[in-house]
């Protein structure tokens, strides 16, 4: 079992930035994949980001790529997701998601999601 937490949320004018942390407990960090996903109101969950077991190789959603930052630390046991340039449309529940079959790559990711999911935390994005 993997335990995942979400912080950083909150309310950001547009054009500024977030990093969104999620904190890991409950397996060996280093031996899964983590991911970010998001849900805007009345819209179906949009896949963000991944990052491989040990940080080597990152996966980013087609319209997420330029503002989206994922990266892991694994001493720290937690996974961050940098946003820059927020627009309004960025508004969403962000997740934190985690899989052990670090054989996985990104694609796979985005199309099914992931086993283990935090609660998220609200970004809200005004203009």
């Known amino acids: 079992q993997v335990q995942l937490v979400e912080s950083g949320g909150g309310l950001v004018q547009a054009g500024g930035s977030l990093r969104l942390s999620c904190a890991a407990s409950g397996r060996t960090f280093s031996s899964y994949s983590l991911g970010w996903f998001r849900q805007a109101p009345g819209k179906e969950r949009e896949f963000v980001a991944s990052?491989?077991?040990?940080?080597?190789?990152?996966y980013y959603g087609d319209s997420m790529k330029g503002r989206f930052t994922i990266s892991r630390d694994n001493a720290k046991s937690t996974v961050y997701l940098q946003i820059d340039s927020l627009k309004p449309e960025d508004t969403a529940v962000y997740y934190c998601?985690?899989?052990?079959?670090?054989?996985?790559?990104?694609?796979?990711?985005?199309?099914?999601?992931?086993?283990?999911w935090g609660k998220g935390t609200v970004v809200t994005v005004s203009s």
């Open positions: 990052i491989s077991y040990n940080g080597g190789s990152t």
């Open positions: 998601a985690a899989d052990l079959r670090t054989y996985l790559t990104g694609t796979y990711f985005q199309k099914y999601g992931m086993d283990y």
